[in-house]
């Protein structure tokens, strides 16, 4: 059984995906996007994402665990956990036509959020992989601009976000 190395990304079937952030001689230390510093025997099962050497490191455990949060931001659809405003918890979004003979629709709000910060969190993943591309800097910035004006048009939802950290913002007037 070949060891792997730190920075190694793994899926295990109940943590979720995760990094590699120390082996042991019986257990590898896994840092899982969603729940966290996990060990896990050597031969466990778990799919291999992306495998590194097992070489010694001289990284600090604090660099690989910064490391790997941006990794799993970069290349996951992992998304960190935000929370709705506490005055919509529990509430609902209620639709109704103009029309009076067509019914509404009602739609629990948290679940409107959660399709909202799906939409945030894509956008992101999207600029990442447009800023990694292979596109000349023009076709960066013109695919960028257009992100952006995403963004703008998505400001009418930052009141759903308990933090202003977690906003869409637009592009800004001069």
């Known amino acids: 059984m070949k060891l792997l190395g730190i920075g190694s990304r793994i899926e295990h079937s109940e943590f979720g995906k995760g990094v590699i952030t120390n082996v042991t001689s019986q257990h ?7 729940n966290g510093l996990e060990t896990i025997d050597l031969d466990s099962t778990f799919e291999i994402i992306e495998a590194a050497d ?6 600090s455990f604090y660099d690989v665990e910064r490391s790997l949060v941006q990794i799993l931001k970069t290349w996951s659809d992992a998304s960190e956990v935000v929370q709705i405003a506490d005055k919509y918890k529990g509430g609902k979004l209620i639709l109704e036509p103009k029309d009076t003979s067509l019914k509404g629709h009602e739609l ?8 909202i910060t799906m939409v945030r ?3 992101r993943v999207m600029e990442q992989r447009i800023n990694a591309s292979n596109l000349d800097e023009q076709g960066k910035i ?27 913002v637009g592009q800004r007037s001069k």
């Open 121 to 123: 969190d894509r956008l």
């Open 108 to 115: 629990p709000i948290d679940t409107f959020f959660h399709k």
């Open 142 to 168: 013109d695919l960028q601009q257009y992100i952006t004006r995403i963004y703008g048009s998505l400001t009418s939802f930052n009141i759903l976000f308990k933090s202003k950290t977690h906003n869409f």
């Open 54 to 59: 097992n070489d010694v490191d001289t990284v």
């Open 28 to 34: 590898y230390w896994v840092t899982f996007i969603e």
